[in-house]
């Protein structure tokens, strides 16, 4: 009877753990720093350059940047959308822009197998958060 209740609680241990792997949170993008400049003919601006690296599968949680983004990818293939546009696939050498109003709800690797990088350059406040997670 013990030997059944312990193969029980076992068989119960892993089904738990595989139902928090299917739960898992997708792998997380990997932010490079490039460069922080001020811009001094716009007080208080500054102009902020960073690349995005995917790996495969990886995906951004919904959020704004309350800043200028110009987005260029650089390898793979990335899914784009902001609030209200279109949900776009882009490849090496295409490009996204999102607004400082502009809410960010899918940024995403497009492909499960292959990583993806693009370069980001955002114009915003001094100081500010690069990203500001939404709910």
């Given at each position: 009877?013990?030997?059944?209740?312990?193969?029980?609680?076992?068989?119960?241990?892993?089904?738990c753990a595989l139902m928090?792997?299917?739960?898992a949170e997708?792998?997380a993008?990997?932010?490079t720093p490039l460069?922080?400049?001020?811009?001094?003919?716009?007080?208080?601006?500054?102009?902020?350059m960073?690349?995005?690296?995917?790996?495969?599968?990886?995906?951004?949680?919904?959020?704004?940047h309350?800043?200028y983004g110009?987005i260029?990818?650089l390898?793979g293939?990335?899914?784009?959308?902001v609030?209200?546009g279109?949900?776009?696939?882009?490849?090496?050498?295409?490009?996204?822009?999102?607004g400082?109003?502009?809410?960010?709800?899918v940024?995403?690797?497009?492909?499960?197998t292959?990583?993806?990088?693009f370069l980001?350059?955002l114009?915003?406040?001094?100081?500010a958060?690069?990203?500001?997670?939404k709910?």
């Amino acid at each position: 009877m013990l030997r059944l209740k312990n193969a029980a609680v076992a068989a119960a241990v892993i089904i738990c753990a595989l139902m928090g792997e299917a739960r898992a949170e997708p792998p997380a993008a990997i932010v490079t720093p490039l460069m922080t400049n001020s811009l001094d003919e716009y007080p208080g601006k500054e102009a902020v350059m960073i690349t995005v690296e995917y790996p495969p599968g990886a995906a951004d949680r919904i959020h704004r940047h309350n800043g200028y983004g110009f987005i260029y990818v650089l390898e793979g293939s990335v899914v784009m959308q902001v609030k209200g546009g279109k949900e776009v696939t882009l490849g090496p050498g295409e490009t996204f822009y999102e607004g400082p109003n502009d809410v960010h709800t899918v940024g995403r690797n497009a492909s499960q197998t292959q990583p993806a990088k693009f370069l980001v350059l955002l114009l915003k406040n001094k100081g500010a958060p690069i990203l500001v997670p939404k709910k």
